[in-house]
């Protein structure tokens, strides 16, 4: 009676997903297969239900400890106390680049002496690797030594710490200023010894870490001496 | 699983908020929105560091400070419906941080007998699916795909129990039962199982479209090749 007849009908999305999950008998898979080679629509069905079913059997995620959850989710009050608390004391919390000073978590030429360790051993030994956060942000220092002195070099890592910046090193030689790279990473030259400040300027906070301290004497171990 | 008894809050077809809203809804102070907002993401911010290789008490500081700090940047956030990539990079970066930290502070403690190896160059080895920041590895391509388990996950919890209990049954277990048993479970004719699940696929594209119009629909040639490894063919 029509002479439409054209278009085939497409198969219901139940037997794409069948054939997705390989339930269809082989004659019937066949004949899907005929159709889809025709069909950019019911193709595209099947590879999203290919898709989505990969996605579902490999998820291997866990799910945090209640706990774990809880103690973030009081954050948030923390959050409000802290702005009513702001805004009560007229603070303008704007504008001002708010300073944290740093305490020190780490400093491995404290542990190895501690438990009677690695007095210099190998090539790495003669440096010092000192780590300090900050409130969220954590800066690693790297004394080593150098040309009549240690070189102080480091990096920065924070919610704020992309790599624009400036390092600034206070201590008994004068200041000196070093851009953060990209990486957020400083160095400066050689530096004598005394108490150093280093002030990490990011775009929101300035980080401090005080007293600082070169060491007065050149590496120990068996080094050039 | 946890797909079945976790799937939260809402039983039925209401609406889920979408990322952006509840960032915004936080910023107006809104704690329930934080809730749904920590709820929603948990999963994906504690996996990110668990997958990374850290140890639950490393993954549960990870955890801790990637919220911290999303709480600290609630107004700070250009892109409120990018929340979920700022998660996971933030994630991703605080697990390196820590890891590495971890890393550093063994080798250090352990230096006498480890000798030479044991100062920094070798202590990034133990991170391996974060390496470094900022670089295009195949770390990458893990964290998409933890996103998307994050995505499905998501609208599968907005769909009503029986879909939620079915589709957790056939898909995330790691020997699905025969349809026979799954209806026994749901108290459904065997016959109406495999009509069930595709209506309830149907109802997840159409969630996940509304969580996240491009989720899982631009299948191009080499993608899907990586994809569909573990699909039956």
């Known amino acids: ?225 | 699983v946890g797909v079945v008894t976790e799937a939260p809050q809402q039983e039925a077809d209401g609406v889920e908020p979408s990322d952006s809203d509840l960032v915004l809804a936080c910023r107006r102070g809104d704690a329930g929105a934080w809730e749904r907002l920590v709820r929603r993401f948990e999963r994906l911010v504690y996996t990110v560091p668990r997958r990374a290789g850290l140890g639950e008490e490393q993954a549960a500081d990870v955890f801790q400070q990637v919220f911290a700090l999303l709480v600290e940047h609630l107004d700070g956030l250009s892109q409120p419906d990018r929340v979920r990539a700022w998660l996971v990079t933030t994630a991703r970066r605080e697990s390196w941080r820590v890891g590495r930290r971890e890393a550093l502070i063994r080798a250090t403690t352990a230096g006498a007998s480890a000798g030479s190896e044991a100062d920094g160059a070798g202590a990034g080895n133990e991170v391996t699916l974060l390496d470094l920041p900022g670089d295009d590895s195949p770390a990458d391509e893990a964290l998409l795909r933890l996103e998307e388990q994050h995505l499905v996950r998501t609208a599968l919890g907005t769909l009503d129990g029986r879909c939620r209990t079915l589709l957790a049954l056939l898909f995330y277990c790691p020997e699905p039962p025969p349809y026979s048993e799954v209806a026994a479970t749901l108290g459904l004719p065997t016959g109406s199982i495999g009509p069930t699940r595709a209506r309830c696929l149907q109802k997840l594209r159409q969630r996940l479209r509304q969580l996240d119009p491009t989720a899982l629909e631009d299948v191009s040639p080499e993608r899907k090749g990586a994809l569909s490894v573990r699909a039956p063919r």
């Open chain 1, 1 to 225: 009676v029509s002479l439409t007849v054209s278009t085939p009908p497409h198969p219901p999305f139940e037997r794409l997903a069948d054939l997705a999950e390989g339930r269809l008998p082989a004659d019937q898979a066949a004949a899907l297969q005929a159709h889809l080679a025709t069909c950019a629509a019911c193709t595209s069905d099947l590879a999203w239900l290919r898709r989505v079913a990969a996605v579902m059997r490999s998820d291997v995620s866990q799910a945090a400890p209640e706990h774990v959850v809880n103690r973030a989710l009081r954050l948030f009050p923390q959050r409000q106390a802290a702005g009513a608390a702001a805004a009560a004391s007229g603070s303008p919390l704007a504008g001002l680049r708010e300073r944290l000073v740093a305490a020190l978590r780490f400093d491995s030429g404290a542990v190895p002496l501690a438990l009677g360790l690695r007095a210099g051993g190998g090539p790495g030994g003669q440096e010092r690797q000192l780590l300090y956060s900050a409130g969220a942000y954590e800066v690693e220092v790297r004394l080593t030594p150098g040309d009549g002195g240690w070189v102080v070099a480091g990096q920065v890592l924070g919610p704020d710490a992309d790599g624009a910046g400036t390092a600034t090193l206070d201590g008994p030689p004068g200041r000196v200023e070093a851009p953060l790279s990209p990486l957020s990473e400083f160095a400066f030259p050689a530096q004598p010894a005394g108490s150093y400040r280093l002030l990490l300027g990011l775009a929101g906070v300035e980080v401090a870490i005080d007293g600082l301290l070169v060491p007065a004497d050149g590496p120990a171990g068996p080094g050039p001496g």
